[in-house]
């Protein structure tokens, strides 16, 4: 069974940085693609990033590319999602999940954290 937490998510002005973690138990992360998704009060569910088990290679929304940079520390089993430039419409829940599947769609990602919110305001 895999468990994800995420963690680092608060309160940033705008134009701020913030870095969130998602730290996995049960099984070694690089086995899976993990995502990042965000959600927004009356808003869907939106995949922001997504990283590739073993190969590494990424996938970003277009509202986030060349503001978020995801990565992972294998010797943590963490994947990290760095946010840089963040703007009030970066505000939401965000989530990590993990998948068989190389996707920024929700549909087919087993294992969610709870999540942790970000909200960017002045």
């Known amino acids: 069974q895999v468990a994800l937490v995420e963690s680092g998510g608060g309160l940033v002005q705008p134009g701020g940085s913030l870095r969130l973690s998602c730290a996995a138990s049960?099984?070694?992360?690089?086995?899976?693609?993990i995502a990042w998704f965000r959600q927004a009060p009356g808003k869907e569910r939106e995949g922001v990033s997504c990283r590739a088990g073993l190969t590494g290679a990424t996938d970003y929304a277009d509202s986030v590319v060349g503001r978020f940079h995801i990565s992972m520390d294998n010797a943590k089993n963490t994947v990290y999602l760095q946010m840089n430039g963040l703007n009030p419409e970066d505000t939401a829940v965000y989530y990590c999940a993990a998948s068989n599947s190389f996707s920024r769609k929700a549909m087919g990602y087993n294992y969610w954290g709870q999540g942790t919110q970000v909200t960017v305001s002045s």
């Open positions: 049960g099984t070694t992360l690089d086995y899976y693609h």
